[in-house]
């Protein structure tokens, strides 16, 4: 089973003010294919998660580009420029390349 | 307008059945793969259980093997989970999810709870 971990687990943010946010997998997640199956989710309180990122930095249509994915192998990062209210609630990495395994969660909030 | 709905959870006793289903509607349901994803408030997310487009391959977390059945059909657009030999750590809101590929979840739906309690 590839286990996935995220740090830190809260992070509380001035609006305006950059984020940034680890996810780390117990195996290497590239594909055979040269595609890393690692995406990032975003829950906001009393919704279903919702894509931002999938295959580490391809933005999904509608997430503003100051989210941004990046990484390889088994270390990943996810940032935010500038933290808009918008932005508040859980996000969640998820490796696809064997089976499903979602991290624990960020949560971010507001200062 | 791509729309996933969940039914069928409820209140159910250790040991009991459940079955829930997802329907589809606004894509073409035969094209993706699916997936059902459980939320606890003590183990996070977690992907129970995945079908492929005719459902000829299914996988299971280890956590549910053995107790719960993926299926699908095509004909009514619709996604199914069998829960059998329910636990109380079963207890969860379950989410049906369109997959892409690999992983990448573009539509979720509301998600429907189940709880296990006697």
């Known amino acids: 089973e590839i286990v996935m971990t995220q740090t830190p687990l809260s992070l509380s943010v001035t609006p305006g003010q950059p984020a940034s946010m680890s996810c780390k997998s117990s195996h290497s997640l590239l594909h055979s294919d040269g595609k890393t199956y690692l995406h990032w989710y975003l829950q906001k309180a009393g919704q279903s998660p919702q894509v931002l990122i999938y295959?580490?930095?391809s933005r999904v249509s509608g997430v503003p580009d100051r989210i941004s994915g990046s990484g390889s192998g088994t270390d990943f990062t996810l940032k935010i420029s500038r933290v808009e209210a918008e932005d508040v609630g859980v996000y969640y990495c998820m490796q696809g390349l064997h089976h499903r395994t979602f991290g624990p969660g960020t949560k971010v909030d507001l200062k | 307008e791509v729309q996933l709905v969940e039914s069928g959870g409820g209140l159910v006793q250790p040991g009991g059945s459940l079955r829930l289903s997802c329907a589809a509607s606004?894509?073409?349901?035969?094209?993706?793969?699916m997936d059902w994803v459980r939320q606890t408030p003590g183990k996070g997310l977690e992907c129970v259980a995945i079908i492929n487009q005719d459902g000829s391959e299914k996988y299971y977390a280890d956590s549910v093997k053995g107790r719960f059945t993926i299926s699908r059909d095509n004909t009514k657009n619709s996604l199914y989970l069998q829960l059998n030999g329910l636990r109380a750590d079963d207890t969860a809101v379950y989410f049906c999810?369109?997959?892409?590929?690999?992983?990448?979840?573009?539509?979720w739906g509301q998600g429907t709870g189940v709880t296990v309690s006697s």
């Open positions: 999810a369109r997959d892409v590929r690999w992983g990448y979840f573009d539509y």
């Open positions: 295959e580490v930095s």
């Open positions: 606004g894509f073409t349901f035969s094209s993706y793969w």
